[in-house]
Structure formats: structure tokens, C-alpha cells
């Protein structure tokens, strides 16, 4: 279950004050860890048997593969500066110890050939409670827009782009 076009997140019960501080707490440790490259960090942010999807063909399974595939991709990375903007948490049906979630967030990054770039997307995230502590069981990354800093380049999120990707905008 994700918040998207498959589950409406008005048809979802959000999760409650407590649950809703762990999960952000979640997000902000992961965009700490991806600031300050720390990959002991990161790792402790996703459960054993997570799924990273970063779109083209890049789904990533279990724990261990995930945070190979971090280190390097973090390898081509002089520097990112990852935040978390606004995001929301629902409860799975019938659940207090699963969610799903859909939070935005924006990179800044210098690659390490020296291009520079922006990243303004959402992820689209599962947690799941282990031992009282929310961790990612899945996140699928959705770029609104990656491309030079200045803007210049193409936005995805337009009304097209949201309603090709599952999405149903009203504006």
C-alpha cells in the first residue's frame, strides 16, 4: 500500500502524535546521515528486508544490498546537502505497527566529475515499528524535477506528469 493513486490518504486513518514524531525523527536521522556521510547512520534507517526503488530500472532489495548500493553511489558524490520538507504518515489498515508515508525533500549535490545539480522529488515510503523504533521498509523515489540548479530544466509534477504516474490532481 502506498499513498497514491492505489490507496487515497483520505480513505487512510494518519498515525498519531507519537508515531507521527518517530517517523519524522526516521526521515530527519536518514537526511543527517546523507549530509554528513555517515553510512552507519543511514543503514540504521531501513529494516532487514526493505526495498529501495530510485526509478529506471534501480529497485533494490534487503537491507545489506541497499546500503552497498549507497556507499557507491555516495562514491560519486563530492558533496549533497539532502532536506526534509512537508510529508504525511498513515496507518496500513488494520495496523498501529505498519505505515505508509509520502514526504518531499530537496538535494543540493556536487558530483564528484563537478557537476552540480538540484533534486526537488517525494518518496513515496513503508515503515514498519521493530522493537518500539519506525524504520523504512520501502522507498520509491519520485523526482519532480532534477536538473540544474538554476531551474532551468524540466519539471515532472506537472498535471500530466502527476496523472501518468498514478496520480489524480484536481487542479
Not at 83 to 104: M, Q
Not at 132 to 137: E, R
Request: aromatic letters at 12%; glycine letters at 10%.
Amino acid at each position: 500500500m502506498s499513498p497514491s493513486s492505489s490507496s487515497s490518504p483520505d480513505s487512510l486513518v494518519p498515525v498519531d502524535a507519537a508515531d507521527y514524531t518517530a517517523i519524522s525523527r526516521l526521515l530527519n536521522r536518514y537526511a543527517d546521515a546523507v549530509v554528513h556521510r555517515n553510512g552507519v547512520q543511514w543503514a540504521s534507517c531501513w529494516d532487514v528486508d526493505a526495498v529501495w526503488d530510485l526509478g529506471k530500472n534501480r529497485l533494490v532489495e534487503g537491507k545489506e544490498s541497499i546500503v552497498k548500493l549507497w556507499y557507491a553511489a555516495m562514491g560519486g558524490m563530492s558533496a549533497v546537502f539532502q532536506i526534509v520538507h512537508n510529508g504525511e504518515a498513515w496507518y496500513e489498515t488494520g495496523s498501529s505497527e505498519r505505515a505508509v508515508g509520502r514526504w518531499s525533500i530537496s538535494e543540493r549535490y556536487l558530483t564528484a566529475s563537478g557537476d552540480r545539480g538540484l533534486l526537488l522529488a517525494d518518496y513515496l515510503d513503508g515503515f514498519v515499528k521493530r522493537d518500539g523504533s519506525w524504520l523504512f521498509s520501502r522507498r520509491l523515489l519520485r523526482p519532480h524535477y532534477q536538473g540544474a540548479p538554476d531551474l532551468s530544466g524540466d519539471f515532472f509534477n506537472t498535471r500530466a506528469g502527476l496523472e501518468s504516474s498514478g496520480d489524480s490532481p484536481d487542479v
